[in-house]
């Protein structure tokens, strides 16, 4: 199997991110629309409220040519710097967020969001609200003992991280030791918040195919604790549409809370 450098390096001159969006996040038809979205959106709902996960900044590492994730986290930080590896997922992140005509439509994600909170009428004021709060899109590289080397940034009140570990990593180790890459980003008694799938080894952007480092769900605790953080919650959900195995094999996903612990 490739090595860690070498998945990134095909990652950055092969990953095509408008066949990504339109094959798993499409409306009509996408992969991923309907149990990962379901289940990620509903935990980073509940999760970035008033009261529960909030602060000034967060940090998001590794978010492809995505913005759904931040949908709700812009509710209650006011400063959000996003990022990714690859330069063609953040010309993508760049497009939605200054509008651009090509940008990929996000609307429906954003409708649901606000039905979550009682609220579908107002989806063009989150999205709004999401663009304002996106201050930076950064490049950065989770294999990096600073993600976003050369530059260091502020520890944040939050890290955010969904569906990159596995595409960044090559084994058990290289995945532990970027959670302890996050480290510094986070403050002392801070939040990590990480979503993604279970028991995957492949997935196919066209007729490309990607390779994923294979998370099980009884390594997490484990992973976490190893990396020195307090687990706060730990979830995980069985993958119920086996439809598209050909085209991605994980069989669950998982949501981890976890706190940088306070005396660091």
Request: glycine share 6%; with cysteine; charged share 30%.
């Amino acid at each position: 199997m490739d090595t860690s450098a070498n998945k990134q390096e095909i990652f950055i001159k092969e990953f095509n991110p408008k066949e990504y969006l339109e094959l798993f996040y499409s409306a009509e038809n996408g992969v991923l629309k309907g149990e990962w979205l379901n289940f990620v959106l509903r935990k980073l709902h509940e999760t970035f409220t008033p009261g529960g996960v909030e602060g000034d900044t967060l940090i998001d590492i590794g978010a492809g040519p995505t913005i759904y994730h931040l949908l709700s986290a812009c509710e209650v930080f006011k400063n959000i710097i996003s990022s990714d590896l690859v330069a063609q997922n953040r010309d993508q992140m760049q497009k939605w967020l200054k509008k651009d005509p090509d940008a990929f439509d996000w609307s429906p994600v954003a409708k649901y969001v606000c039905e979550l909170e009682g609220d579908s009428e107002n989806w063009k004021k989150r999205e709004d609200k999401l663009r304002r709060a996106v201050k930076q899109v950064l490049k950065c590289d989770v294999l990096k003992s600073n993600p976003f080397e050369p530059e260091v940034l502020p520890p944040a009140d939050c890290v955010l991280c969904c569906l990159c570990l596995e595409s960044a990593c090559n084994d058990a180790e290289s995945y532990r030791n970027t959670l302890k890459h996050f480290y510094d980003l986070i403050k002392p008694g801070g939040h990590l918040i990480i979503l993604s799938v279970l028991n995957s080894s492949f997935y196919y952007v066209g007729q490309k195919c990607f390779y994923a480092k294979t998370t099980k769900k009884e390594d997490l605790e484990l992973d976490f604790k190893g990396a020195g953080y307090e687990i706060e919650k730990l979830e995980v959900l069985s993958r119920e549409d086996l439809s598209a195995l050909k085209m991605c094999d994980y069989d669950g996903y998982y949501f981890v809370h976890a706190r940088k612990p306070h005396n660091l």
